[in-house]
């Protein structure tokens, strides 16, 4: 699926990006272009088009976890299945607590997720990763949207502070004197505001917490770990889909959700007054910008990062995620080990990662990729 919007989301390298990868994803169905498929046991593709390495791979794999990245793993997934002969992957997008859940009862070979696991879950791991953990695997970034739907009002600007107030009932018409003051010459409504959150536990929640509680501490006052939504009144949706569907639908509502949604349903998107000289929009290329300052706070073959959600960097836009692929270091099925990693290795290549810009998502850093691509061979 292309996205694109007036704001432009065609990415371009930023310091260390790579924007090299082709992922075009979607869960079950044949590939648009045209890969010849290899034969079960893994040749590769024989087709300019496509150069995946099946390396074995065969039958099916399960996975579940974040919906932040359905519209990527989609994408990831028809390639590969066109590719590879005889093999499905099955991803449930549940939502990053459901996909750790799965994961760490054994019932998926890997999880994605918004967040890096957190100790307790690291713990809860080496049960079913025998000899081994679960470890965070970056494989896609982007901007995470403040979606909103506002008749007569195309631009909307807004800071940390007016973000936090309005998910937390603080802020609750649409021309409330700071929303006002950030938007001079904006004709805003004195209707309410109806903001939605995520029902269900996400890293999307968690990460957007995260922001607040870093650039707006003095409004934003609850747990930024917290995945399940933490603040009292709003309206609830199931999925990044369920909160755009609730914001395309309804007048004078806002939400949160990855960029892919927002492209996919036309929903206008805010623009962030970060304290650089102009607002920065939601787009690939300004989450790039953020996301290449991401330090590795992970050890060994753990590649969590640590992201910098206060940037004031000029055109770096701040409310980003990545997501992780959660897999086993050691330990992993036999059955299902070769299929995981040629998925996986396919998912972090170049070409795994190029089309991501066309999906509405930040391709992930080099330096970062590098490491995740000398990892994915070494899980046992």
Not at 70 to 85: I, R, S, T
């Amino acid at each position: 699926m292309k996205l694109s919007r007036k704001n432009g989301l065609r990415a371009s390298a930023i310091g260390a990006l790579v924007v090299s990868g082709a992922l075009v994803l979607s869960a079950c169905g044949s590939d648009d272009n045209a890969a010849t498929p290899a034969k079960e046991g893994g040749t590769k593709a024989s087709s300019a088009a496509s150069n995946i390495a099946c390396e074995g791979a065969k039958g099916q794999l399960l996975a579940a976890g974040s919906s932040a990245q359905k519209n990527a793993m989609d994408l990831w997934v028809k390639n590969f299945q066109a590719a590879c002969e005889g093999v499905e992957i099955n991803y449930q997008a549940i939502g990053s607590g459901g996909g750790i859940t799965k994961f760490n009862q054994g019932q998926v070979a890997f999880a994605g997720s918004d967040s890096a696991l957190k100790d307790e879950e690291v713990a809860e791991s080496q049960k079913i990763c025998k000899g081994g953990k679960g470890v965070n695997l970056p494989m896609v970034g982007g901007p995470i949207a403040i979606g909103y739907k506002l008749e007569g009002v195309d631009n909307l600007v807004l800071d940390a502070s007016t973000i936090a107030k309005i998910f937390d009932n603080k802020i609750t018409k649409w021309n409330d004197p700071a929303i006002a003051k950030l938007n001079p010459g904006a004709k805003l409504p004195d209707s309410t505001i109806q903001a939605f959150h995520r029902s269900d536990e996400s890293g999307t929640t968690q990460n957007l917490g995260k922001y607040l509680s870093t650039a707006a501490a003095a409004d934003w006052k609850h747990d930024p770990k917290s995945k399940s939504w933490p603040a009292q009144g709003g309206q609830a949706a199931n999925g990044s889909s369920g909160v755009a569907t609730a914001v395309k639908d309804a007048e004078g509502s806002i939400g949160y959700f990855e960029l892919s949604y927002a492209t996919a349903n036309k929903i206008s998107t805010v623009s962030i007054n970060t304290g650089a000289a102009a607002p920065v929009a939601a787009t690939s290329e300004n989450a790039s910008k953020a996301i290449a300052a991401a330090k590795v706070k992970g050890t060994g073959s753990d590649v969590a990062l640590s992201l910098d959600y206060a940037t004031k960097a000029e055109g770096a836009y701040p409310i980003v995620l990545v997501t992780y692929e959660i897999a086993c270091d050691k330990g992993n099925k036999a059955e299902t080990l070769p299929t995981l990693k040629a998925f996986l290795n396919y998912t972090v290549s170049e070409e795994g990662q190029k089309v991501l810009t066309d999906a509405g998502y930040a391709p992930l850093p080099a330096e970062i990729a590098a490491k995740v691509r000398a990892i994915v061979p070494t899980l046992s």
